[in-house]
T-cell receptor, first 113, second 110 residues
Framework: DSGVTQTPKHLITATGQRVTLRCSPR?????VYWYQQSLDQGLQFLIQ???????AKGNILERFSAQQFPDLHSELNLSSLELGDSALYFC????????????FGEGSRLTVL | GDSVTQMEGPVTLSEEAFLTINCTYT??????LFWYVQYPGEGLQLLLK?????DKGSNKGFEATYRKETTSFHLEKGSVQVSDSAVYFC?????????FGAGTRLTVKP
């Protein structure tokens, strides 16, 4: 158990819909990262937050947004969903003295029909 | 920008065979290098790491050496087990920005 909690574990929805994925980092970790893992594109970095502020942005679509709340949990919002958004979405957190190690949740599997 | 390239899979080996998964990197600074492993149905977890040139990371029989001259961090294990079947990701971190390779799926057959 990494200490990172993601909900929901599985989600099935239709094209055009909007979903919210939630992540609770390990106790004491200030950084939260979001990654998308699809079969053909490996692990893609989406966005990073540090103590409530956006720190780095990767290949995140404009239809996607994220935020980190004062209690340090984070949400990833995916809107106007397309079939190609079907993937496993991982959240990870890291310690304040970032040694580079990330602790991953078990992921949220999104299926868009 | 910084990036990681690892050998494409899938890789299928028999139990007790020798494993090598190649990883090379491109970075402007002096990154830390990592190998993460993803077992079926689970998230990624750190397998080993090295923070500077010539460092060797090791864990669970796996080893990788940070080679600055060849910009490589190849993963090796002398004798794989069925339980090593997983997807392996090479990664680098420079100033906290973690970049992953595409992953290599390893299947070990009894």
């Amino acid at each position: 158990d990494s200490g990172v909690t993601q909900t929901p574990k599985h989600l099935i929805t239709a094209t055009g819909q909007r979903v919210t994925l939630r992540c609770s980092p390990r106790s004491g970790d200030l950084s939260v990262y979001w990654y998308q893992q699809s079969l053909d594109q490996g692990l893609q970095f989406l966005i990073q937050y540090y103590n409530g502020e956006e720190r780095a942005k990767g290949n995140i679509l404009e239809r996607f947004s994220a935020q980190q709340f004062p209690d340090l949990h984070s949400e990833l919002n995916l809107s106007s969903l397309e079939l190609g958004d079907s993937a496993l979405y991982f959240c990870a957190s890291s310690a304040p003295k970032n040694t580079g190690e990330l602790f991953f949740g078990e992921g949220s599997r999104l299926t868009v029909l | 920008g910084d990036s990681v390239t690892q050998m494409e899979g899938p890789v299928t080996l028999s139990e007790e065979a020798f494993l090598t998964i190649n990883c090379t990197y491109t970075a402007t600074g002096y990154p830390s290098l990592f190998w993460y492993v993803q077992y079926p149905g689970e998230g990624l977890q750190l397998l080993l790491k090295a923070t500077k040139a010539d460092d060797k990371g090791s864990n669970k029989g796996f080893e990788a050496t940070y080679r600055k001259e060849t910009t490589s961090f190849h993963l090796e294990k002398g004798s794989v087990q069925v339980s090593d079947s997983a997807v392996y990701f090479c990664a680098l971190s420079d100033w906290g920005d973690m970049r992953f390779g595409a992953g290599t799926r390893l299947t070990v057959k009894p």
